[in-house]
C-alpha cells in the first residue's frame, strides 16, 4: 500500500510532467513530432492517443474539437488542474483529504460493476481512436 507522502510525490510528479508535456507541445507544436512513442513505433493509435491536442483545444476553447480528438484528454485536463491544488491544500492544512479519497476511488474501481464498464468505455475509445485513426 503507497503512503500518503509517496502518493502526494508521485501525483504531483505526474501532473508537473503533463504540464511540461503540454508546454512542450505549444511550443514546439509546428517544428518537431512530439507525439504518441506507441503510436511511432507500431503505427496504431492507443487508446490515449489524441489527449494531448484535447487539452490544447481545451486551452484554445474548442471543447468539441476536444471531444473528438479524445475525450480522455477531458478527464486529464481536470485531474491535472484539480489534483495538484487538492493535494497542496493538504498539505498546508495538513489534512489527507485527497489520500482518503485516492483510497476509496482505487477501492470501488476494483469492483467488478465499476471495473468492467471502465475497461469496456476504455476499449470503445480505443476504437474510436482506430476508427479516426489521427
Given at each position: 500500500m503507497m503512503t500518503k507522502k509517496k502518493l502526494y510525490f508521485f501525483v504531483f510528479t505526474a501532473c508537473l510532467a503533463g504540464y511540461i508535456w503540454v508546454v512542450l507541445?505549444?511550443?514546439y507544436h509546428s517544428s518537431i513530432s512530439l507525439?504518441?512513442?506507441f503510436h511511432k513505433i507500431t503505427h496504431i493509435p492507443c487508446p490515449s492517443c489524441g489527449s494531448t491536442?484535447?487539452?490544447l483545444s481545451l486551452l484554445d476553447g474548442n471543447i468539441s474539437d476536444a471531444l473528438y480528438l479524445n475525450p480522455i484528454g477531458i478527464l486529464l485536463f481536470f485531474?491535472?488542474?484539480i489534483t495538484p491544488l487538492w493535494i497542496i491544500f493538504d498539505v498546508v492544512t495538513g489534512k489527507d483529504y485527497f489520500f482518503h479519497s485516492y483510497?476509496?476511488?482505487e477501492s470501488l474501481l476494483r469492483k467488478n460493476y465499476?471495473?468492467?464498464p471502465s475497461i469496456f468505455l476504455l476499449l470503445v475509445n480505443?476504437?474510436?481512436n482506430l476508427f479516426k485513426y489521427l
Open positions: 507541445n505549444l511550443i507525439g504518441c512513442l491536442r484535447s487539452i485531474g491535472m488542474t483510497i476509496k476511488f465499476i471495473a468492467i480505443w476504437i474510436w
